[in-house]
């Protein structure tokens, strides 16, 4: 099954997100690639669009974060891309005030999250900001922390502002942070394309030359259920979850004969509702440091124990 490659562009206002996209998109059209992008402004109007050409499928979500007060229409819009359009890639651009769990979270439906292939987090930042940040909200320095602490890839923007000795002392507190991540200190978002498709969040299939573990930062995986489980086990299986599983959310059977349940588990607290129709049995889960591997056998133990 073709997967769509997604990759999300985050960093705080000003720092080079829409910059980065452009010359993205001029990469890939060179390459000839269909190419899809969704861009988020918390506004009523858009005031980035204009930098994507008309052959681009562009959706735009306005009005709110996609993290929190749009998910729904995040997820339609989405599906839509997927059924009409099938890109290639997937370029979302998100509000500065995303932060990269929540955004995942919101793009992972269990409805479609088999058919996209999450490529990577890509952080921008600016570096005259980083260096003053300490004149900026508590809440706001927490948030560029936590865009950085779960990129991918950071590229570290207005270089040429900034002397030798900070630019180093940027580097080294930024990979302090993130040593997984690849950081790049340029301007005007000077990155390319080869580099960012290096990335990869998704859990591997068996087909796929394997990526150790120990490489990810965040992680994602899609669990299908052949079946019903049983939810005194499943329980039990919750409550063994290492501490760094942030997000599970999917459709599961504990009766061969009754709907599924939406399941949704976040801090650690999971809720089931009953659902009126089937659903495919997809549970996706978003982590950090995780061995899918023990998770993916934990799950098939639990389905093959009902089945016997």
């Not at 052949?226 to 939810?231: A, D, E, I, L, M």
């Not at 976040?266 to 549970?283: A, F, V």
Request: net charge negative; hydrophobic share 40%; charged share 25%.
């Amino acid at each position: 099954m073709k997967k769509s490659e997604v990759y999300i562009l985050s960093g705080f206002l000003g720092s080079g997100k829409t910059t980065l996209l452009k010359r993205i998109l001029e990469e890939e059209h060179k390459k000839g690639r269909k190419v899809a992008v969704m861009m988020n402004e918390l506004g009523e109007v858009s005031i980035d669009s204009d930098a994507v050409d008309e052959d681009v499928a562009l959706k735009e979500l306005l009005g709110g974060c996609i993290c929190c007060s749009i998910q729904d229409k995040l997820e339609a819009q989405l599906q839509g891309l997927l059924i009409n359009d099938k890109p290639d890639v997937i370029y979302i651009e998100t509000t500065g005030a995303a932060h990269p769990v929540e955004v995942l979270d919101a793009i992972l439906s269990p409805l479609f999250a088999n058919v996209l292939h999450i490529k990577g987090i890509v952080t921008t930042v600016d570096g005259l900001r980083w260096v003053n940040r300490k004149s900026m909200s508590p809440q706001l320095q927490q948030l560029i922390l936590e865009q950085i602490r779960h990129a991918d890839f950071i590229i570290v923007n207005k270089m040429s502002e900034l002397s030798d000795s900070e630019q180093a002392r940027i580097n080294f507190e930024i990979q302090s942070l993130n040593s997984k991540a690849r950081c790049l200190l340029t301007n005007y978002s000077q990155v390319s394309l080869n580099q960012l498709k290096e990335l990869s969040v998704s859990y591997p299939d068996k087909t796929n030359a394997r990526i150790s573990q120990k490489d990810l930062n965040l992680s994602t995986f899609v669990y299908q259920f052949r079946g019903p489980v049983s939810h005194t086990r499943f329980e039990e299986f919750l409550k063994a979850l290492p501490d760094t599983i942030y997000r599970m959310k999917g459709y599961l059977k504990f009766d061969p004969n009754s709907n599924p349940f939406l399941f949704q588990f976040s801090y650690g607290m999971p809720l089931y509702m009953r659902e009126q129709m089937n659903l495919p049995l997809n549970l996706v889960f978003i982590g950090e440091n995780i061995d899918w591997d023990q998770i993916k056998t934990a799950l098939e133990r639990l389905e093959n124990d009902f089945e016997n």
